[in-house]
């Protein structure tokens, strides 16, 4: 990114000198983020701000994808039969969250109420984790 921005200064720091016989290189150092007009004192050097872009539709795709990989995997005998799309959306939205503060996503459980199994694991919490961890996270 700080060599995109140095390049695109340099650039528009030549296009502004003009042609000539000889070529000079000024340089104008940015602070990354920075946006208005910089000036060295012999060159100026205009950089627009960032524009965030609106959400595209891959979004709703990884919730698409999301809600696609838990139904298919949840077991017959799941603890949630009847749970909604956005009540597994917030579940899935859950799971990110504690991911991303570095709990064991098999001590994970995104649903009230679930016993572990046998072997310690909530299952069907785990098919959440799983499944938001490779498309919504």
């Known amino acids: 990114m700080k060599r ?6 340099a650039v528009a720091v030549l296009l ?23 000036s060295n004192g012999d060159s100026t050097v205009v950089v627009e701000p960032l524009t965030a872009e609106s959400p595209s539709a891959e979004a709703d795709n990884g ?9 298919e995997n949840l077991r017959p005998d799941n603890v949630i039969p009847n749970a909604t799309d956005e009540q597994l ?6 799971a990110c969250e504690l991911l991303a503060n570095r709990q064991n996503g098999e ?3 995104v649903i009230d109420g679930e016993q572990t199994d046998q072997s310690g694991y ?7 984790v799983t499944a938001a961890a490779m498309t919504i996270c």
């Open 4 to 9: 995109g921005l140095f390049a695109a200064a």
């Open 16 to 38: 502004m000198t003009g042609c000539s016989s000889s070529v000079t290189e000024e340089t104008v150092t940015l602070t990354p983020g920075a946006s208005g007009t910089f």
């Open 63 to 71: 919730e698409a994808a999301f809600l696609a990989e838990v139904r």
């Open 89 to 94: 959306l917030q579940a899935g939205y859950r």
């Open 107 to 109: 001590e994970i459980s």
């Open 122 to 128: 909530y299952r069907d919490s785990a098919q959440i």
